[in-house]
């Protein structure tokens, strides 16, 4: 049964406390991406990455980073710099960055303590 | 600047009846729309889409037409049914890109 997972589904983060979100997709997809949801607003790009190895700043990537060392993984590290973390997290994935439609996984609500 | 508008954000539509929900665009690299319809708590799930290349796609109950020249685009259900009671996203993309997302539109469908 194909799908992407995200975990945990609720994540808690202290003040000056790095968090990894996990997002994991058995599609075979090569594209991942990471988008953030606020209250009211729409979804807005973090990270995306097309290939293994390779990754690209979307519209919000200050205080975030990530890794994409195998195609299955494309984890989300939540830095301390990010002053404003509480949201939700979508992660998405695409057969390639050619290939328009995104399929989303369940997502992660992170607050802070 | 938001480059993707959605301007309503919520819609009540009576059970069995039409439902249109719009969409504006600013930006004229955008060349593929997508719909994703959007329970709390959950992630987006993928409806419909349309290349800038045609006016009208349809599936089902879904139909999405694109006016290019007004950058204008709406999603129409018909009939409603509860189970339509969502917040509905319309999203842009230019090849190579991520999508850009509009605020989403609440459709509530009352029986």
């Known amino acids: 049964d194909g799908g992407i997972t995200q975990s945990p589904k609720y994540l808690f983060r202290k003040e000056g406390q790095n968090v990894t979100l996990s997002c994991e997709q058995n599609l075979n997809h090569d594209a991942m991406y990471w988008y953030r949801q606020d209250p009211g607003q729409g979804l807005r790009l973090i990270y995306y990455?097309?290939?293994?190895?390779?990754?690209q700043k979307g519209d919000i990537a200050e205080g975030y980073s990530v890794s994409r060392e195998k195609k299955e993984s494309f984890p989300l590290t939540v830095t301390s710099a990010q002053k404003n973390p509480t949201a939700f997290y979508l992660c998405?994935?695409?057969?390639?960055?050619?290939?328009?439609?995104?399929?989303f996984g369940p997502g992660t609500r992170l607050l802070v303590l | 600047d938001q480059q993707v508008k959605q301007n309503s954000p919520s819609l009540s539509v009576q059970e069995g009846r039409i439902s249109i929900l719009n969409c504006d665009y600013t930006n004229s690299m955008f060349d593929y729309f997508l719909w994703y319809k959007k329970y709390p708590a959950e992630g987006p799930t993928f409806l419909i889409s349309i290349s800038s290349i045609k006016d009208k796609n349809e599936d089902g109950r879904f139909t999405v037409f694109l006016n290019k020249s007004a950058k204008h685009l709406s999603l129409h259900i018909v009939p409603s049914q509860p189970g339509d009671s969502a917040v509905y996203f319309c999203?842009?993309?230019?090849?190579?890109?991520?999508?850009?997302f509009g605020k989403g539109t609440h459709l509530i469908i009352q029986p």
């Open positions: 998405a994935s695409s057969i390639n960055v050619g290939s328009r439609t995104q399929y």
């Open positions: 990455s097309q290939i293994v190895n390779d990754f």
């Open positions: 999203a842009a993309s230019a090849l190579g890109d991520g999508l850009t």
